[in-house]
């Protein structure tokens, strides 16, 4: 069984940057998809980045020019990495696996930008 542990949030600052991480326990990471959502609530789901098996790369709007998506294989984790952080980045962050046709998420992990 698959399962995601997202680590790495909390409360920062505007401006300030921040680092998000993902372990995945129970799966053939390497062979995945992998990617970051965000969830504020009473809205939907959002795309912020995603990464390919080979390494492509996708990043929803929100996330061009401030974010960066990474994978290391050999500890079956995925990053984000976000910075120049706002108010309009507080949402719950979640990681999502995909992997021989399911879909996994993580519990996520609540971001919460305040002065």
């Known amino acids: 069984q698959v399962q995601l542990v997202e680590s790495g949030g909390g409360l920062v600052h505007p401006g300030d940057s921040l680092r998000l991480s993902c372990s995945a326990s129970?799966?053939?990471?390497?062979?995945?998809?992998v990617g970051w959502w965000r969830q504020v609530p009473g809205q939907p789901r959002e795309l912020l980045a995603f990464?390919?098996?080979?390494?492509?790369?996708k990043y929803g709007e929100s996330m061009e020019g401030r974010g960066t998506i990474s994978r290391d294989n050999a500890k079956n984790t995925m990053y984000l990495d976000v910075d120049n952080l706002g108010p309009d980045d507080t949402a719950r962050y979640h990681c999502?696996?995909?992997?021989?046709?399911?879909?996994?998420w993580g519990q996520g992990t609540q971001v919460t930008v305040s002065s």
């Open positions: 129970g799966s053939t990471f390497s062979a995945g998809s």
């Open positions: 999502r696996l995909d992997l021989k046709g399911n879909v996994y």
């Open positions: 990464m390919s098996p080979e390494g492509q790369i």
